[in-house]
Nanobody, 115 residues
Framework: QVQLVESGGGLVQPGGSLRLSCAAS????????INWFRQASGKARELVAA???????RYTDSVKGRFTISRGNAKNTVDLQMNSLKPEDTAVYYC?????????WGQGTQVTVSS
């Protein structure tokens, strides 16, 4: 069992920055791939960024060059640094841990980009 707790969401102006954190606890959490998803109102949930248990990263095209996903030294935290935020980044952001067919979700944190 893995527990995920997100933090760091909020309201920011266009062009601003936010840093989201996902704290993972539980059995062998460092062996899981960690993903950040987001879901805007009325839209499907989409994968934003991912970091594998081995440290490989990938991003959806719309955030490349603006967002950075990183794993803490203890590998039980994963941060998502979001720069140059746009109104279209507004969504609930979810942390997801996945290993094979097993996955866990956090409760989500709201990010609102608005002037």
């Amino acid at each position: 069992q893995v527990q995920l707790v997100e933090s760091g969401g909020g309201l920011v102006q266009p062009g601003g920055s936010l840093r989201l954190s996902c704290a993972a606890s539980g059995s062998a959490s460092s062996l899981y791939d960690i993903n950040w998803f987001r879901q805007a109102s009325g839209k499907a949930r989409e994968l934003v960024a991912a970091v594998s248990s081995g440290g490989s990263t990938r991003y959806t095209d719309s955030v490349k060059g603006r967002f950075t996903i990183s794993r803490g030294n203890a590998k039980n935290t994963v941060d998502l640094q979001m720069n140059s935020l746009k109104p279209e980044d507004t969504a609930v952001y979810y942390c997801n841990a996945r290993r094979g067919p097993v996955e866990y979700w956090g409760q989500g944190t709201q990010v609102t980009v608005s002037s």
